[in-house]
Every structure is written in structure tokens, then in C-alpha cells.
């Protein structure tokens, strides 16, 4: 096969299976991305709740509760 | 083996090592971006290769290259179950810590590729074969490996009670198990549309180079995003778990 000049209307066209292969590969772009995203996000926020929660019960397990009246800032 | 031996084996090859959730986040912390730059740059790498360099097939056109997302999605769909069902099955015998951890992490992500060869294998089927859909066995057996993945996770949300959650997820994942051969030998079993294997077959490969490295290269991106994903939801998994204990009021010694 001879090497040919890049063609982007050709390259575009798929040979006419346009509407088949630019849907297949937007598709699996977009359901990984998603997926990748969110399961980011959902690890980002899990992880500093919980980090938020064990310096809070360390805290409050380091300070007895002797001095109840005294002001938590 | 002495207990000194043990202790001087490599982390790396002791599952036992990483049982420590903690431990096993610090791992996953690591691992991330490594898995992440490397799944961006072969599916990059990937879908150039298959989209601009690889050949169009002598029947079927540019439409074949269809096959770069679809196949891979396919494999990863038959491959995210074989880890939920072999966790699973770790998790009743040896009771690793991070076993139900893993098959619950994965299920969303074996949903995802599933969904995905499904949809472009539709978008394969119709120029091809003149249907979106035929109720044949290969896309059927397929479609009953999506509805289990969904009643996977349906049934860890169903059950308050996690240990009761797991012990029905874990029978889910191993009696749908026999799902997964039925899926690889259904095209050699029944009468179908779908053709046949030419990547992973017994007397090997009947694709030629200039098709299947683009397709290895891209199975290979799957597989490392895969492992990206899986790292971030166990991360989340071990996270939400320590946070239940610690409002339960029995926070773990810090490791």
C-alpha cells in the first residue's frame, strides 16, 4: 500500500460509516470518562471526611470530658 | 517458614501484607498516577493507531474499526467479572479483608464496559449485519452479564447490614460466574451473527499485525484504566469503611 496524503474530509467520512465509528469512539470516551470522574471525586471526598472525623474523635478522646463548661473554639 | 523469614519476605509478594486496609490505601496513593499516565498514553497511543494508521478491512470497510473500542470493552466486561467472582470466592475461604473490597469497587466499572461493548457493538451490528440488535446467543449472554453486574450493586444497596450485603453479593458474583464461559464459547456453540474469536483463539491469532497491535495497545489501555479506577474506588471503599467505624465509635488505632 502506497503511503497517501492525510485527507481530514476522507479521514472524516470513514467511508461512509461516519455515523457508525465517530459514535462507537465518542461514546466509550465520554461512559470512561465519567466513570474515571466520578469515582475521583467520590474517592476525594470520602477521604477527607473521614480523615475530618478521625482527627475530630482522636481529639475528643484525648480530652476527657473533665472540663465540660470550658468553650470548644 | 520462621516468623523472621516471613517478615523479611517482599511486601509485594504477601497478600497478607496489604490485608491492612491502611496499608493497602497508602499502595493504591502510589500506584494511581503510574496507572493513570500510562492508560492515557496507550489509549492515545491506541486509538491513533487504530483510527488513522491501521489498514481498513478488506470486507468490511472503515467500519471495522469499530473493533478498537468495542473488543477491548468486550474483553474487559468477561475480565472485571473474573476478578468480582475470584474475590468473591477469596473472600469466603481466606476472609482477606480486601476482598469484597475489590469485587464491590469493580462492579460499576464492569457495568461501564459492559454498557460500552453492548453500545458500539450496536453501532457495529447494524451497517454490518442491517440490526442494531438480534436476540442471538452471544448478545444475549452478554446482556444477562450487564443485568448482573446492575443487581450486584443493587443488592450491596439493598441490605443495611454489611456483613449480611456482602455474603449475598459474594453468591451473586460466583453463581453468575457460569455466565462468563457461556459469553467466550457461545460464538463456537450456537448459530450467531457475531464472528467468531481471531484474537484469542488456540492456534493463535488470525488477525494480522497491522490490526492487532492497535487492538493489544488498546486492550491494554483498558485494562490499566481499569486498574486506575479500581484503585481510586477501593481507596473510597476503605475511606467509607473507617468513617462507618469511627461514628460507630470503634476507630482503629492509628497504623
Keep these: 500500500m502506497t503511503a497517501q496524503p492525510f485527507d481530514l474530509q476522507t479521514f472524516l467520512e470513514m467511508g461512509g460509516y461516519a455515523a457508525y465509528v465517530w459514535p462507537s469512539y465518542g461514546l466509550s ?21 473521614a480523615a475530618a472525623a478521625s482527627t475530630a474523635s482522636r481529639a475528643s478522646a484525648d480530652k476527657p470530658a473533665q472540663q465540660p463548661s470550658e468553650p470548644v473554639v | 517458614m520462621t516468623a523472621t523469614n516471613e517478615k523479611a519476605s517482599i511486601p509485594a509478594m504477601n497478600i497478607w501484607y496489604y490485608a491492612n486496609p491502611e496499608r493497602f490505601a497508602g499502595l493504591a496513593r502510589t500506584l494511581l498516577p503510574w ?5 492515557i498514553i496507550a489509549a492515545v497511543t491506541g486509538t ?3 483510527l488513522m494508521i491501521a489498514p481498513p478491512d478488506y470486507q468490511q470497510g472503515e467500519a471495522m474499526r469499530i473493533i478498537y473500542v468495542h473488543v477491548p470493552a468486550a474483553w474487559m466486561s ?8 475470584i474475590s468473591s470466592a477469596v473472600a469466603f475461604i481466606w476472609k482477606h479483608p480486601l476482598a469484597d473490597v475489590a469485587a464491590k469497587a469493580s462492579a460499576p466499572i464492569g457495568a461501564v464496559f459492559t454498557a460500552l461493548a453492548l453500545a458500539t457493538g450496536m453501532l457495529w451490528g447494524k451497517p454490518m449485519w442491517g440490526a442494531w440488535w438480534v436476540w442471538d446467543a452471544r448478545l444475549t449472554s452478554v446482556l444477562i452479564l450487564f443485568f448482573l453486574y446492575l443487581g ?9 447490614e454489611p456483613a449480611r450485603a456482602a455474603r449475598a453479593a459474594r453468591i451473586l458474583a460466583l453463581v453468575g460466574a457460569i455466565n462468563i464461559p457461556i459469553i467466550k464459547f457461545s460464538v ?9 474469536s481471531s484474537v ?3 492456534d493463535g491469532p488470525t488477525m494480522p499485525a497491522s490490526m492487532l ?29 473507617r468513617l462507618r467505624s469511627i461514628r460507630l465509635g470503634l476507630e482503629p488505632s492509628p497504623a
Excluded at chain 2, 497491535?213 to 469503611?241: G, S, T, V
Aim: positive net charge; aromatic residues 18%; glycine residues 2%.
Design chain 2, 200 to 202: 484469542m483463539r488456540m
Design chain 2, 188 to 196: 463456537d456453540w450456537w448459530n450467531t451473527l457475531h464472528q467468531a
Design chain 2, 152 to 160: 450486584y450493586i443493587v443488592l450491596w444497596n439493598a441490605i443495611e
Design chain 2, 78 to 85: 468477561m475480565f472485571v467479572y473474573a476478578v468480582m467472582a
Design chain 2, 35 to 39: 496507572l493513570m499516565g500510562s492508560a
Design chain 1, 29 to 49: 470516551f465520554l461512559a470512561l470518562l465519567a466513570i474515571t470522574w466520578f469515582s475521583w471525586r467520590w474517592m476525594r471526598r470520602v477521604e477527607r471526611i
Design chain 2, 213 to 241: 497491535w492497535p487492538l493489544l495497545i488498546m486492550a491494554l489501555a483498558y485494562n490499566l484504566l481499569y486498574a486506575a479506577i479500581l484503585m481510586m474506588r477501593m481507596r473510597a471503599e476503605i475511606a467509607e469503611r
Design chain 2, 48 to 50: 491513533v493507531w487504530g
